[in-house]
């Protein structure tokens, strides 16, 4: 596991067990980041897509027939290309709830383990020159990856 740069650079402050812990809290939140922006990609295309949808649907087949409703529903399932863009509405929808269940999972994850550091702080910082010192560590989690060790609430 390589270990970043500014974590690497913590040698008086931590020791190597704790720089790896530190480590594999930027790796998820890297991952809960990662897929927070796949799923918000995925509901904003979906999104994009359904309206458009909607607005051919209204602006080329609703409108025209006067919302005739047989016409309408025999115009909209007759045509294989208006099945497939719901097919592609429906995927992309499934899409971004797998994307859901994964980012929850992985903010489960990366709060569980941010939670676990700040708890057994005393124990990763046990001698009293580091016990002084941790506030530099936690300063620089917060500036450098966003990562709030000073307080369990997200």
Known sequence: MKIETKIQQLNHHTDEPT????????????KFEAYKRKCFQTQFMT????????????SFIIKPNGGEL????????????????ILVIVAGYA??????????????????????VIRKSKDLWHKPSQWQNRH?????M??????????ESK
């Open 19 to 30: 720089k790896k812990m530190l480590q594999n809290l930027v790796e998820r939140k890297r």
């Open 47 to 58: 999104f994009v897509l359904l309206m458009g949808y909607i607005v051919y649907l209204y």
């Open 70 to 85: 047989a016409m309408i529903f025999h115009l909209i399932f007759d045509n294989s290309l208006h099945t497939f863009i």
């Open 142 to 151: 917060k500036n450098e990856f966003d990562i709030n060790l000073f307080h």
């Open 136 to 140: 530099e560590v936690y300063t620089m």
């Open 95 to 116: 899409t971004a709830q797998y994307f859901k269940k994964k980012e929850d999972k992985s903010e489960t994850e990366y709060h569980n383990l941010r939670c676990e």
